[in-house]
């Protein structure tokens, strides 16, 4: 019997490299003989509401192509439901793509994972009644994406260094109390950053060695430092080498509570809401071609 896949599709996903990547990928998966259903998104309710249709079709799997904002969507009905996923990267970040090692530029290898057929069951963290799929974190990376999202300009990535710079000039550390488990630590520090998968902000490893499907969360508090040495770390949280530094203090946990005055979380790179933020951990919520 032939497999059949609704290809979900966000054509406004990294700037429209969802609607080019999508013929590619329905083309390797019809070639491959898979009965394939394509279902572009005009909003971002479509992506839970078209997910859910998905479900309750009887389809045998469903693919989403889109970045992190899509892959959050779709997660929050495709978790538990049992239904195999896949995921076709199209954002900027793509960081849950990353951190179950689908291939980030190259959509016919991903959708090769799809036609393959092998799954895993990986983690989802739960926080503020949302599943999130990468890192949820507040601190001094809230305050440069709330600037970020205010200006204009400039386009891309050159924005959140803009920002970044603009925010070091005036950041100061901040209180926090972090509970992990049973373990309630007051610290003043930089971030916290809670995460299933090790990346966020497109490969930045702030949960380094976090293991997707290990049933924890991984904590990472950036202890005060330098402006100078703060802004030295984004180079070396690319490539992993900031692992090991004195001031990054890693922990794991079940549960985790992060608070400090007037601080937004961010989880999947979208405001999640008013610190404090209780985390906890689904074990292998979602089902994943990888
Ligand atoms: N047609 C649409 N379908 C779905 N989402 C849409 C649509 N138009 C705009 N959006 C918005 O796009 C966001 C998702 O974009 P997505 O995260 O997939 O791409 P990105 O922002 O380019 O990548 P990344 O999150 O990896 O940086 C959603 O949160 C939603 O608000």
């Not at 290898?109 to 963290?125: C, E, F, K, P, S």
């Not at 005036?170 to 488990?181: A, G, H, M, R, S």
């Not at 070396?236 to 922990?251: C, D």
């Not at 992060?258 to 951990?281: K, Q, R, W």
Request: net charge neutral; hydrophobic share 45%.
């Amino acid at each position: 019997m032939t497999r059949r896949i609704a290809l979900v599709v966000n054509p406004t996903s990294g700037k429209g490299l969802g609607a080019r990547v999508a013929p590619v990928v329905r083309g390797r998966l019809a070639a491959a003989g898979l009965t394939v259903d394509v279902h572009a998104t005009t909003s971002a309710e479509d992506v839970g509401r078209i997910s859910a249709d998905v479900i309750a079709s009887g389809a045998d799997a469903v693919a989403l192509i889109g970045g992190d904002g899509t892959i959050h969507l779709g997660a929050q009905v495709l978790a538990r439901s049992g239904m195999p996923f896949g995921v076709i990267p199209a954002g900027t970040g793509n960081d849950f793509a990353r951190g179950i090692g689908v291939p980030l530029n190259d959509p016919a290898a991903a959708a090769d994972l799809i036609v393959a057929g092998n799954t895993r069951a990986v983690d989802l963290a739960v926080a503020k009644d949302e599943f999130i799929t990468t890192v949820v974190a507040g601190g001094f990376d809230s305050l440069v994406n709330k600037r970020a999202n205010a200006m204009t300009w400039p386009k891309g990535n050159s924005r959140y260094t803009l920002a970044t710079l603009a925010e070091l000039r005036t950041f100061k550390p901040l209180e926090y109390v972090v509970t992990v488990d049973d373990e309630v630590i007051e610290t003043r520090a930089m971030l916290v950053a809670v995460g299933t998968g090790p990346t966020y902000g497109g490969g930045l490893q702030i949960c380094a060695g976090a293991e997707i499907d290990d049933g924890l969360l991984d904590v990472t508090i950036i202890q005060p430092v330098s402006r100078l040495t703060l802004l030295q770390m984004f180079p070396k949280l690319s490539k992993g080498t900031h692992v090991g530094h004195p001031m990054i203090r890693a922990l794991r946990g079940r549960t985790v509570r992060i608070d400090s005055p007037g601080i937004t979380a961010y989880a999947d790179g979208e405001p999640l809401g008013a610190l404090p933020v209780d985390i906890t951990i689904a074990p292998g919520a979602l089902t994943v071609y990888a």
